[in-house]
Each structure stands twice: as C-alpha cells, then as structure tokens.
T-cell receptor, first 115, second 112 residues
C-alpha cells in the first residue's frame, strides 16, 4: 500500500512568487492534515480536511495560504504571494477516521525556501 | 491550551549506550501522547503511543516510553542504541479537535 506522497520534495522561489504544494493521502483516508515546521521550531498544525470539507483551519497563518481538496482525494496548498517567513517544511498527513487511536500517517514533506 | 516541551534539542550518545529523551506536556483533559521519529529525508513515523491503560508503552525498534501523570511527562527510552537510531524525535499530544501538538524535537546523534 502506497504511503502519503508529497510533491515537490523541494521548492525554491523568490519572494512574491506563487507556489503550490500537493499531497496525495493514503487511498481511502478521509482525513487529511497539513502541518508546517519553520526552521528548527515545532511542527505546527495548519488545517484538517474531512473528505473535501475543511474541518478545522485554525492554524492557517493568513489569507496568503489557500488549501483545497476537490473531490476529497488529493489536496493542494497554495502560497500566494510567498514571503520569507513562509520558508520551512510542509508536512501532509492522513488518517482513516478521526479518533484518538487512529494513527496519522505522514508524508516526507516539502521543503520550501523563499529567497 | 495544550503544549509539549522537549527540553533537549540535541542528545549525543555512544553506540550501545542507553538513552532517554525527555518530554513534558501540559493538558487539563484526557491525554493521548505520541512519539514520532524522522529519519533523514523521510517523513514522520510513529514510534509509539499512549492512549490509556498501562503506563509503560512499548514501540518499534526497541523504544519504550512511560506515562507519568503526576510529573506530566512521557519520556522515551532505549536501553542500547544503534547508529541507525540517529534521527530526530518528536513528542506530541492529541488535542480535543484531533490535531497533533508537537514539541520542538530532539536530535539523537549516535556515535560509534
């Protein structure tokens, strides 16, 4: 069974440009999460989809970030326009159901560098 | 709000020595605790979790952790480490809306 995949693995862009990150969850997982780790700090929650609906987007830093999950399969996270402080590693995770005992499976992350 | 503290940013240790990675949490509700590991160029992998029951939790790769409610701790231990255990380790708590709250991570560096 394929795990969570993310594309690209690395992205280097100039300040002011747009970047779109993609996450493909494990097949059949209704729950999809985005997290971010900024330089050496803790990994922080961004948002949670249940199928195509945003269940919780309390961690989204501002309106330059737009997440979508059309059709309830893969998800994209767009940053427009990118700022220097957006640099970091963006992780995606998926889980079958939402419950304390249900594991969130993580992808390898996308390392974003904004110059 | 819940939070997780990992006091040690880096822990160097010699191969075959024991290791303890410390984790403290703050929570006023039922606690669900996790340890994740990130090997170089890989995603986060679940090592072990505490949901309820026995306070000593055994995970993969010989790791174990002990839930201590009075000290609000969930320290990770391994009696004898290998070079291949070199990685970054994250402690996390599941909050009431089922998102993970992470600590800042501890880099374990195992030396020969």
């Amino acid at each position: 069974e394929a795990g969570v995949t993310q594309f690209p693995s690395h992205s280097v862009i100039e300040k002011g440009q747009t970047v779109t990150l993609r996450c493909d969850p494990i097949s059949g997982h209704d729950n999809l999460y985005w997290y971010r780790r900024v330089m050496g700090k803790e990994i922080k929650f961004l948002l949670h989809f249940v199928k195509e609906s945003k269940q919780d987007e309390s961690g989204m830093p501002n309106n330059r970030f737009l997440a979508e999950r059309t059709g309830g399969t893969y998800s994209t996270l767009k940053v427009q326009p990118a700022e220097l402080e957006d640099s970091g590693v963006y992780f995606c995770a998926s889980s079958l159901i939402v419950h304390s005992w249900n594991e969130q499976f993580f992808g390898p992350g996308t390392r974003l560098t904004v110059l | 709000a819940q939070s997780v503290t990992q006091l040690d940013s880096q822990v160097p240790v010699f191969e075959e020595a024991p290791v303890e990675l410390r984790c403290n949490y703050s929570s006023s509700v039922s606690v669900y605790l996790f340890w994740y590991v990130q090997y170089p160029n890989q995603g986060l992998q679940l090592l072990l979790k505490y949901l309820s029951g026995s306070t000593l939790v055994k995970g993969i790769n010989g790791f174990e952790a002990e839930f201590n409610k009075s000290q609000t701790s969930f320290h990770l231990r391994k009696p004898s480490v290998h070079i291949s255990d070199t990685a970054e380790y994250f402690c996390a708590v599941l909050d009431s809306s089922y998102k993970l709250i992470f600590g800042s991570g501890t880099r374990l560096l195992v030396r020969p």
